[in-house]
């Protein structure tokens, strides 16, 4: 195909460039939809000029429709995406991209998707739309996956569709809540994520962190010993990857407890730990849910995180986290390689 697009380009200098550019308002507006075109100019920042020219041409082609409401993307405008997306990551060099980030982070798998997640919450749902894709690949009749909380998980969940070859799957909360807002908590993700994949789910009551004589209390429970039982066993687990002080600040941790991780330079959280520049756990919140050990029995793991600022969390916990996919984006992926 490259041979093909070279000789084109002789003819036509901007091929690839227009078709990038066309490619990705297809994109924006597939994860959008319905979209106005001043929403779409914001979100891609082409101007709502140029963005008007683009639309005529895509509904022109058939690829979208026009409505009211506003853009949505045609099955023609679709099968164009599917068929355009390997060729696409390439020609915007995220292959290579990816082949550098699984290099220097010693992971199994690394896919990147363009943008910036930190500055458009598009690209968080592109992150979620692979995470999804990715795991309808791994997913078996009678699994149980346990997901973790935060907004790119509720992305993900966001992206859910029935499961086409995998029945009674049941979702779970990795660990307790936080107590910030619902959407975002993991037993809400599970339970959203259960829905729209047509399978069930199993909540847990429990908050995060505990102190020692509430943990004592909880764990003998019988309701969340079975809970935890089902947690532990999941097959799959989907996680993300939080800065160590944010995280900190959320939780609303002790000062002394704060101040012992800025002492110890904790740049990474996930699961509970923190952990430092080289990946060393330098504390540990008393949480009900899957603990490092566990990881190794999972069949598959992945880890969803994005955007500039996670960049050195996602190097951090990467050190020496177990995973077998991680899904980020072109932002976090560049100042990683650069660091």
Known sequence: MWELIDVQKKLYPDLLEIMQRRYSILQHIELLQPIGRRSLADNTEYTERFV???????????????????????????????????????AMGLSVLEKQLKDRLQVKEVIIVPGNSDEHNWVKQEMGKVCISNLKKVVKTGMTIAVTGGTTM???????????????????????????????????????????????????????????????????????????????????????????????????????????????????????????????VVHKVRTIGIQLDDLTDAQQVMTIAGGESKANAIASYFKKGNSDLLITDEAAAEKILKG
């Open 154 to 280: 509720a992305a993900a969940a966001e992206m859910m569709t029935p499961f086409e070859h995998a029945e009674d799957c049941r979702f779970v909360p990795a660990r307790g809540g936080i107590g910030e807002k619902e959407e975002n908590q993991a037993n809400t993700i599970a339970a959203r994520m259960a829905r729209q994949a047509n399978g069930s789910y199993r909540l847990l009551y429990v908050p995060d962190p505990l102190s020692e004589t509430s943990y004592q209390t909880m764990i003998n429970e019988p309701s969340i010993q079975d809970t935890l039982q089902l947690i532990k066993s999941a097959g799959i687990v989907l996680h993300g990857i939080g800065d160590a002080l944010t995280m900190a600040e959320r939780r609303k941790t002790p000062k002394e407890v704060y101040r012992k991780l800025e002492k110890s330079e904790a740049v990474s959280e996930a699961f509970g730990y923190y952990f430092d520049r080289q990946g060393d």
């Open 52 to 90: 008007r020219g683009e639309v005529d041409f895509l509904q022109e082609q058939g690829l979208i429709h026009v409505t009211a409401k506003g853009m949505q993307i045609t099955k023609a405008g679709k099968l164009v995406i599917d068929h355009l997306s390997e060729f696409m990551r390439e």
